[in-house]
């Protein structure tokens, strides 16, 4: 038998489920065992409800909504990893913040006589019975009249505090993201031009430039002077660093797309063991490499026939 216990604040207030078809007994919560730190209405659809879930990253579905207009106390709030915002309303049930607005904790909690399911109000003492056996009310019970408008204002104030904080982390954290992203961009860019300036320039095994390079010399040049970058002197360290974002091994012998490839990526030929050669991808399905000694560095189009077996993404 599922069991869901959800907030309530305020004297003899009771919140629908909406949207129920069938719900089993439900346990009657204590008032006393939650604390609410805000109040907020549903503001999704109207006539409509909006899901509850059973967490905020990744959660299910519950089989029931928290209906437009509807009065939810809150007593957590937590930010998913798209940095969205959502509230907690019972012991496992979150909604999403973004369709709700805030209100007085003063305020009554909703009851809505239209719901199709017949609701019945009870109190903290009396389990709710419907027709057919089907339970479609949470009686939350009543706090004490004593509670002061202090009190009150001492929550709101700690409710609009989480919530700000929420908030700021969230911004915080898309600026990082975005700071992230156009230094990538700026050193990728700055990666393909410097790689464009060796083509040309001789093949010689062992080199370590300027002048000429092999595959692996060139890489090590190329990323250390325009993105700063110390990445290891041979093929065989350097397949070790970054993210792997394509295997031949792994992909069932397909070849890579150029849509799985980022400017500034690492192509690989041979095993991720023994890899016996490596370029530089610079978009259009293009890539820069020192070849051989009678080809010298030069910019090739990767085909079928001679494509990678390994590629890492190490910006």
């Not at 000429?212 to 070790?240: E, H, I, W």
């Not at 295997?247 to 400017?263: I, Y």
């Not at 490596?278 to 990767?302: C, K, R």
């Amino acid at each position: 038998m599922t069991k869901h216990k959800l907030f309530k604040l305020g004297a003899a207030a009771a919140l629908t489920v909406t949207g129920v078809s069938v719900i089993t007994s439900l346990k009657t919560a204590r008032a006393a065992n939650f604390t609410a730190i805000k109040r907020v209405k549903i503001n999704y659809l109207p006539g409509k409800g909006l899901n509850i879930w059973t967490n905020y990253n990744k959660g299910k579905f519950m089989g029931y909504r928290a209906k437009d207009g509807t009065i939810w106390n809150v007593a957590e709030t937590a930010v998913d990893k798209k940095g969205n915002l959502w509230y907690k309303v019972g012991t496992r049930e979150w909604i999403e913040a973004r369709y709700t607005v805030d209100v007085g904790m003063d305020t009554p909690a909703s009851t809505n006589a239209k719901t199709k399911d017949k609701v019945t109000n009870v109190s903290t003492k009396k389990k709710s019975t419907a027709k057919n056996g089907v339970n479609n009310v949470i009686s939350l019970g009543t706090l004490t009249k004593k509670s002061t408008k202090k009190a009150k204002a001492a929550k709101v104030k700690k409710a609009k505090q989480i919530v700000d904080a929420a908030v700021k982390k969230t911004s915080r954290k898309s600026i990082t993201e975005k700071v992230a992203s156009t230094q990538a961009s700026s050193k990728a860019g700055a990666i393909v031009a410097l790689a464009k300036q060796q083509v040309g320039k001789p093949y010689a095994w062992g080199a370590n430039g300027p002048d000429s390079f092999d595959c692996s010399s060139l890489v090590q040049y190329v990323f250390k002077n325009a993105a700063g970058m110390n990445l290891p002197r041979t093929t065989y360290d350097q397949v070790k660093v970054g993210q792997t974002v394509y295997q031949k091994s792994q992909a069932n012998g397909q070849p890579v797309s150029a849509n799985n490839l980022q400017v500034g990526d690492l192509l690989f030929w041979g095993s991720e063991s023994s890899p016996y050669h490596v370029a530089i991808y610079i978009g259009n399905n293009q890539y820069v490499n020192a070849a051989t000694p009678e080809q010298g560095t030069i910019l090739q189009t990767m085909t079928s026939y001679f494509a990678p077996t390994i590629v890492k993404r190490v910006l």
